[in-house]
């Protein structure tokens, strides 16, 4: 079936610009995380949406990052007046309780994000 | 101190060599435990989870150490389609709850012709 996608696969923007990244999860997965992975580095968890529950955002470095999740599916990750320091792969990812391991997260193919 | 911690590598091994990596994790009430194979400027994608009484699938096997808070993983007979990135993955959430994992830096192999 359909994987997790995730758009647009590249972005450039300029310093001070905001933008928009989206993520669509695997249909039917309940839970929903964004990280970010910067040039040779590991994963840095963002934020996880978990069905109705109040996100939790303790990974979100900064207030010009925020993210929605609509109808608990699509996720929209906005980044305000974009620093060249954002720039990174954004990687989305979407698990299941009731398939496989609970909490097998399936990875979007990311966004990556260059700031001028 | 890292919460999950790997040695960085870069590994490079002869093809058909037997290769382990390690991590340890310092959070002694996690509960799950995976291998994830990063591909260069590809996304992350799960090799195997990591059960208490260790599990094998084909050439790879994974080991925990719930005393140590250790986790292996061991490569038989490496392919150069093995080269790759791999992550060590640990789950702090309690059973029952889908929270958040905390990521490794991950551990570079390269498997040469």
């Known amino acids: 079936g359909a994987g997790v996608s995730q758009s647009p696969s590249n972005k450039v923007t300029e310093k001070g610009k905001d933008v928009e990244l989206r993520c669509d999860p695997i249909?039917?997965?309940?839970?929903l995380y964004w990280y970010r992975q910067s040039l040779g580095q590991g994963l840095e968890f963002l934020i996880y949406?978990?069905?109705?529950?109040?996100?939790?955002k303790s990974g979100l470095p900064s207030d010009r990052f925020s993210a929605e999740r609509t109808g608990g599916s699509v996720s929209t990750l906005t980044i305000q007046r974009t620093q060249q320091e954002d720039s990174a792969v954004y990687l989305c990812a979407s698990s299941s309780r009731h398939r496989d391991r609970q909490d097998t997260q399936y990875f979007g193919p990311g966004t990556r994000l260059t700031v001028l | 101190r890292k919460e999950v911690e790997q040695d960085p590598g870069p590994f490079n091994v002869p093809e058909g060599a037997t290769v382990a990596f390690n991590c340890t994790y310092s959070?002694?009430?996690?509960?799950?435990f995976f291998w994830y194979r990063q591909d260069c400027r590809k996304e992350p994608k799960l090799l195997m989870s990591?059960?208490?009484s260790g599990n094998e699938d084909g050439r790879f096997t994974a080991q925990l150490n719930r005393a140590s808070q250790y986790i292996s993983l061991l490569i038989r007979d490496s392919k150069l389609s093995d080269s790759a990135t791999y992550l060590c993955?640990?789950?702090?959430?309690?059973?029952?709850?889908?929270?958040?994992?905390?990521f490794g830096s991950g551990t570079q192999l390269t498997v040469l012709p």
């Open positions: 990591v059960y208490s």
């Open positions: 959070n002694s009430a996690s509960q799950s």
């Open positions: 249909s039917g997965h309940t839970a």
């Open positions: 949406f978990q069905g109705n529950s109040a996100p939790d």
């Open positions: 993955v640990v789950n702090e959430g309690s059973s029952g709850s889908a929270r958040q994992l905390t």
